[in-house]
């Protein structure tokens, strides 16, 4: 028994060590993008803007221009990374993500309604509209798969179901846009282009009410994870708790969407990367998915629009083409279905 007091300490030590280090890293990451574009800074002239910001060019390129939407992408990244983590956990499915139970593309579809019949209506509710859709498709995904004591297939097979019919409403939409086609297009494959202050306050309370309701809510989480005879056993009321935590996986998502598009990738890759490197308990594990989603969507943005300066590239696209690879060598390693059961 003493033997596993003593482990315990060092297990949390460990996880806070590398919640840090990716913290660090993506902060690093973020000032080595302020250098970064379409035009490139010297590293000076970026120290020089962040300390004493004077108006002038510079002082605007970072300011104004790069450093909230390196901000911005890091926050959706954690956001969505929380957000897939919670999925997985639910479901017990790896390949699980924010589009899983058609929260995403709820949320996508009557945004981009808005943009093409409602040009009138003020960007601030859009956050409201992609959680109301989001929510919506939610509920619709729960009635196909039997309400909240649906079993982890059926919730997401019908996640798959709402989302296909989605996203063919979107491409309906997409066809009749008209000269907002190209845009929109871009937008849907997630981008952080022209992204401001105002955009991440706008975007920073839904990811932060999430975040903290996901830590207070480890444990059920946690016994979910495990299977639902387990969870029941242990007293845990899954008709109620599957809803909730699939609410709370949806609240990161309505103020993401709005801002980036449907960022890919990100929400499935992150907390696979964090399982794998053994988290203390989901509570470490939902920080260190954050922590890693993060950095990986900051790494892409900077990435998106240095590649082929004085062009973007949609993020969504960058995270696919790097993600892609990294998951699959991740899949290949033996230890893969066990830092899921662990990490889970």
């Known amino acids: 028994m003493s033997g596993r007091a ?3 300490p060092g297990s949390r ?17 973020i000032l080595f993008g302020l250098q970064a574009g379409s035009k490139p800074l010297a590293a000076a002239d970026v120290f020089a803007a962040l300390i004493a910001p004077d108006g002038k060019f510079n002082s605007i390129l970072v300011w104004v221009l790069r450093l909230p939407r390196s901000i911005i992408a890091y926050c ?33 579809v009557p945004i981009v309604f808005s943009l093409v019949y409602l040009p009138w209506l003020s960007t601030l509710y859009y956050p ?18 039997g309400g909240g004591s649906a079993r982890p297939l059926h919730l997401a097979l019908g996640g798959i179901t709402v989302s296909l019919f989605l996203g063919a409403i979107t491409t309906a939409i997409l066809l009749v846009s008209g000269p907002q086609a190209a845009t929109l297009t871009f937008w ?29 809510c480890q444990r059920a989480i946690g016994l979910l994870s495990l299977s639902d005879e387990a969870a029941a056993g242990m007293g845990l009321r899954i008709s109620l708790w599957r809803p909730v935590l699939v609410f709370i996986a949806a609240l990161p998502v309505a103020g993401i969407a709005p801002v980036a598009g449907p960022v890919a ?51 969504g696209m960058i995270t696919a083409l790097i993600g892609g690879p990294v998951f699959i060598y991740l899949v290949q390693r033996p230890g893969f279905s066990a830092g899921q059961r662990q990490g889970a």
């Open 265 to 315: 990738f990100v929400g499935m890759a992150a907390p696979h990367i964090a399982r794998l490197l053994k988290p203390y308990g989901p509570g470490w594990a939902l920080a260190l998915s954050a922590a890693i989603g993060g950095l990986m969507t900051a790494a892409s943005d900077i990435v998106s629009r240095s590649i082929a300066a004085p062009q973007e590239l949609p993020v």
């Open 6 to 8: 003593n482990a315990l």
């Open 188 to 216: 849907l494959s997630g981008g952080f282009q022209g992204r401001s202050w105002a955009h991440l306050y706008s975007m920073l309370p839904w990811v932060m009410i999430g975040s903290v309701a996901a830590m207070i």
């Open 128 to 145: 409201l509209i992609g959680l109301t859709g989001g929510l919506s498709a939610v509920a619709v995904t729960f009635w196909v798969a």
């Open 13 to 29: 030590a460990r996880s806070l060590t590398m919640t840090v280090i990716a913290i660090v890293v993506a902060v690093l990451v």
């Open 76 to 108: 959706a990244g954690a956001g969505l990374a929380i957000s897939g983590y919670l999925l997985q956990s639910l479901t017990r499915n790896p390949l699980a993500g924010p589009g899983l139970t058609g929260v995403t593309s709820g949320a996508v």
